[in-house]
Each structure stands twice: as structure tokens, then as C-alpha cells.
């Protein structure tokens, strides 16, 4: 089993920044590829950002130049710097992860097994 917990949302203006953190456990023996997602009340939850085994990483193009996604494989994180926040990037965001070196479609909901609670982000203007 995997496990994750969210950290790190909150309340900024336009402009402002935020660093969301994931912890995982259950498995440390294990290679993951992880990702974050972002669902506004009403909407379709959509994938952001993802990382695979190899650092390979993928954004949605709404958050590229913007948003960078990292990890630290001693403390078994997965981070999120949010920099330029606009308002539309108000959501309650969320990590993923699964078993395995990669993902062919890392931005897609079905490839992750494991989820996070949730860490509510909000961008005022």
C-alpha cells in the first residue's frame, strides 16, 4: 500500500506563491511515479503536474513556466512550487502515485492507484 498526505494550501493574493508538499509511506522499497491534481467545486478534476522514476516531467499548459514539480527521495516528498498564482488556479489540489518507473499518460487520472486527502488552494484578485 501507498499512502499520501497533502500539506501546504492556503490563502494568497494574485501573484503570490505556495509550496504544496505530499509525504508518502507504506512502501519505501518501491519506484512511483506521482503527479498533482487540482478540482474546483463543479469541474472535472485535471492533472497539473507529474514525475515519473527518471525525472521526467510533465505539465499542463495552463501552469507551465509557473508551476514546477520536484521531489526528495530521502525524505520520500513530493512537492509543488506554485508561483504567479491566478485566481482560476483556486481548487482543492491533490497528489497521486502508483507502483512503477513511468506512466504513458502521467496527467491521466486512471494511471494512479493512490491518493491524497486534499490540500484546499485559494487565489484572490
Known amino acids: 500500500q501507498v499512502h499520501l498526505v497533502e500539506s501546504g494550501g492556503g490563502s494568497v493574493q494574485a501573484g503570490g506563491s505556495l509550496r504544496l508538499s505530499c509525504v508518502v509511506s507504506?512502501?519505501?522499497?518501491?519506484?512511483?511515479?506521482m503527479g498533482w491534481f487540482r478540482q474546483a467545486p463543479g469541474k472535472e478534476r485535471e492533472g497539473v503536474a507529474a514525475?515519473?522514476?527518471?525525472?521526467?516531467?510533465k505539465y499542463i499548459d495552463s501552469v507551465k513556466g509557473r508551476f514546477t514539480i520536484s521531489q526528495d527521495n530521502a525524505k520520500l516528498t513530493l512537492y509543488l512550487q506554485m508561483n504567479g498564482l491566478k485566481p482560476e488556479d483556486t481548487a482543492m489540489y491533490y497528489c497521486?502515485?502508483?507502483?512503477?518507473?513511468?506512466?504513458?499518460?502521467?496527467?491521466?487520472?486512471?494511471?494512479?492507484?493512490?491518493w491524497g486527502q486534499g490540500t484546499q488552494v485559494t487565489v484572490s484578485s
Open positions: 514525475i515519473d522514476s527518471n525525472g521526467s516531467t
Open positions: 497521486a502515485a502508483d507502483y512503477g518507473l513511468r506512466a504513458f499518460d502521467s496527467l491521466a487520472r486512471y494511471v494512479y492507484r493512490y
Open positions: 507504506g512502501n519505501t522499497l518501491s519506484s512511483y511515479y
